[in-house]
């Protein structure tokens, strides 16, 4: 059975992140977003965006636990999170994916 196209401008539904994971990507910055700003994360943040990564979509060590306001600012461009502060397992996946990935996160995020 086919399904209807998306409408301009529509965009694809993500996929609920299951609530252990949710759970342990918050442990891993003790619940404060990673960026240092010493707010409560209540945001999970991909690393390597899932419009151009989909398959990393419900892969944890793709995921950081943000604030609102820095998600929001970070996709806006003003300012960045800082590279320093994503987790080591961020930076393991983008070396096993490749160049590509690793260039994506020179790209996105900060000094």
Same mark, same amino acid.
């Given at each position: 059975? !086919?399904?209807?196209?998306?409408?301009? @401008?529509?965009?694809?539904? !993500?996929?609920?992140?299951? =609530?252990? /994971?949710?759970? $342990? /990507?918050?442990?891993?910055?003790? +619940?404060?977003?990673?960026? @240092?700003? +010493? +707010? $409560?994360?209540?945001?999970? %943040?991909?690393?390597?965006?899932?419009?151009?990564?989909?398959?990393?979509?419900?892969?944890?060590?793709?995921?950081? @636990? /943000?604030?609102?306001?820095?998600?929001?600012?970070? %996709?806006?461009? =003003?300012? $960045?999170?800082?590279?320093?502060?994503?987790? =080591?397992? /961020?930076?393991?996946?983008?070396? &096993?994916? @490749?160049?590509?990935? &690793?260039? &994506?996160?020179? $790209? *996105? *995020? +900060?000094?």
């Amino acid at each position: 059975e !086919r399904t209807a196209p998306l409408a301009r @401008g529509a965009k694809k539904r !993500r996929a609920s992140i299951p =609530q252990p /994971v949710r759970h $342990r /990507v918050f442990a891993r910055s003790a +619940g404060k977003c990673i960026c @240092g700003c +010493g +707010g $409560r994360a209540r945001i999970i %943040h991909h690393a390597l965006e899932v419009n151009r990564w989909p398959e990393l979509e419900l892969i944890e060590a793709n995921m950081v @636990g /943000v604030t609102a306001s820095c998600n929001l600012a970070h %996709h806006a461009a =003003q300012p $960045r999170i800082p590279k320093r502060c994503l987790p =080591q397992c /961020v930076f393991d996946l983008a070396r &096993e994916l @490749g160049p590509k990935a &690793e260039a &994506e996160l020179d $790209r *996105y *995020y +900060g000094p």
